[in-house]
């Protein structure tokens, strides 16, 4: 196929038709992309990579501690309310109407006046 230019310049094509181009073939380190490419990014993975997972072991590293703080708050407030209902108990025990009786015949020699000790005014 010939072009022909007005200008009288005649070029030539440099694919002829019906004949394959040689393909120059690869060599097995030959990186698609060139050098400067995977060099940048190998120099990305040489310092992201330990620094993603530096951060990523920080974060883990946090999340446990928070974790354990958890559990150890919800440990003591178990223990305080086990603490508060035995006092509870004890109250109730305490300020029974015959341990209040038992109390005060006892320190204030009180006791429960009978029938016959009450006369109306």
């Not at 501690?65 to 305080?80: F, I, N, P, Y």
Request: one cysteine or more.
């Amino acid at each position: 196929m010939s072009i022909h230019s007005t200008t009288g310049n005649y070029f030539r094509s440099a694919a002829h038709p019906g004949i394959r181009q040689k393909v120059a073939r690869r060599r097995v380190l030959d990186l698609p992309g060139g050098v400067l490419l995977w060099k940048s990014v190998g120099k990305i993975l040489l310092w992201g990579l330990p620094l993603i997972l530096a951060g990523n072991l920080w974060c883990a590293s946090v999340i446990d501690a928070k974790r354990m703080q958890h559990a150890a708050l919800e440990q003591s407030l178990s223990v305080l309310q086990k603490s508060r209902d035995e006092l509870v108990v004890q109250e109730e025990r305490l300020t029974s109407p015959v341990r209040v009786e038992i109390a005060a015949a006892a320190k204030f020699s009180l006791f429960v006046p009978t029938p016959e000790q009450i006369q109306p005014m």
